[in-house]
């Protein structure tokens, strides 16, 4: 796992951008694994930027999200596709049928998530997969215990999940749907290179969890220790319960990767 400290939230995203950009230059079909939520939305924004002032092209570059509510319309609000064309497909020029979400609505679930994992395959699997992470340390909507071999499937959202997500339906807990697929642990294990984002005093515990824990299904993310090519990109705030932070500083330093 290689560690990001950063003063602030814009400046880990900037870095998670770069690395996002540099795949796309050297390979501008690349397939990329995507995430909602209000962690990545500076990277998106970055690479908007980049888009408009430097040129980043995204017309051959496909994506799958980790993940979607089920029982939610693409059109409501609060869905993760309209989620994704607002904050980022609307305003670079990736090709909207080349923009894979799992659909919120599909009339057999199981058959869908199997045809999801088969689409990854097909186009040569994820070669760098955003990832936020759930203060109770979920990745994509993998809850705690969840297997970490699991492939993309039906999820149950844990209490904490539907709290913390409750602010994108208004504040009411009560309207989250308590289901969603999910790329599955073993899915998002698959991808070549993982970029996960965390910011703030509320994703501490679950960043000391992923980094400094033991590897548990308890803390879904620190399966991530396992993988071999894993970017943490954090601020100050979320690293604040850390042991090694000098070390990992220092390391960083060395600048060797
Ligand atoms: C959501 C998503 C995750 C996301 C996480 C953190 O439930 N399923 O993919 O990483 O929770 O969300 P946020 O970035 O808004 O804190």
């Known amino acids: 796992m290689e560690i990001s ?13 770069k690395l996002v950009a540099e795949l796309i230059s050297k390979k501008p079909d690349a397939v990329l694994g995507l995430a909602t939520g209000g962690t990545p939305l500076e990277l998106y924004d970055e690479l908007v930027r980049m888009h408009k002032n430097d040129g980043l092209d995204f017309s051959k570059v496909k994506s799958f999200n980790l993940d979607e509510y089920l029982g939610l319309p693409a059109s409501d609000p609060a869905s993760y596709r309209r989620f994704m064309d607002e904050n980022f497909f609307d305003k670079i020029n990736i090709d909207k049928a080349n923009t894979f979400i799992p659909d ?87 991808a ?44 100050e705030d979320a690293a604040y319960r850390l042991t090694r932070k000098d070390y990992y500083k220092w390391v960083e330093n060395a600048n060797v990767f």
């Open 5 to 17: 400290i950063n003063k602030d939230s814009k400046s880990a995203s900037l870095k998670a951008a």
């Open 104 to 190: 919120g609505l599909a009339k057999d679930a199981r058959a869908h998530c199997a045809e999801y994992e088969e689409k990854i395959r097909a186009m040569g699997g994820i070669d760098l997969q955003v990832l936020g992470i759930g203060a109770d340390g979920h990745i994509g909507f993998n809850e705690p215990l969840s297997s970490f071999s699991s492939r993309t499937g039906v999820r149950v959202l844990a209490p904490e999940t539907l709290k913390d997500n409750a602010r994108f339906f208004g504040g009411d807990e009560n309207k989250v749907p308590r289901l969603a697929i999910s790329m599955g642990v073993g899915t998002i294990m698959d």
């Open 192 to 235: 070549r290179k993982i970029v996960l984002l965390a910011f703030g005093k509320s994703k501490s515990e679950a960043v000391e969890g992923m980094i400094e824990g033991p590897v548990s299904a308890f803390i879904v993310a620190s399966i991530l220790q396992f993988h071999e090519s894993a970017h943490v990109f954090i601020d």
